[in-house]
């Protein structure tokens, strides 16, 4: 991944979000990644063929302001994360409700990790 990336905060992520739309950059997409106990979300926007990257890193479970009052496309990536990895977005001009790219059948949240430990049995002789 190429170009500026700065570190934000749950706190700090709209304001720099606002930031780089008074300043002209076009919001390109965001990527998700589940780290175990936390994830990491990464905003990419560019400007001019520079790229900056604003990098979320937050544990399971933490609620993320939605970008999509700032940049209105940005809530089809959102609820596509909502569905694939399980964070909840605040604040989604639209929210599908876990339903975007995942149909009822689908199996919750397929791209969190889980997981699987090996349990040894005693083998019965005879």
Known sequence: MKGEVITVTVDNLVPMVKKMFEEGYRFVTASCVDLGD????IYHFDK???LVHLRL???KGTKIPSISPVYFCALLVENEIQDLFGIDFDGLVLDYGRKFIIGDEA??????KIEVTKVQTEKKEG
């Not at 199996?107 to 969190?112: A, E, K, L, Y």
Request: glycine share 0%; net charge negative.
């Open 107 to 112: 199996p919750n949240t397929p791209f969190v």
């Open 57 to 59: 890193n937050v544990s």
């Open 48 to 50: 001019d063929l520079n």
């Open 38 to 41: 936390t994830h990491d979300l």
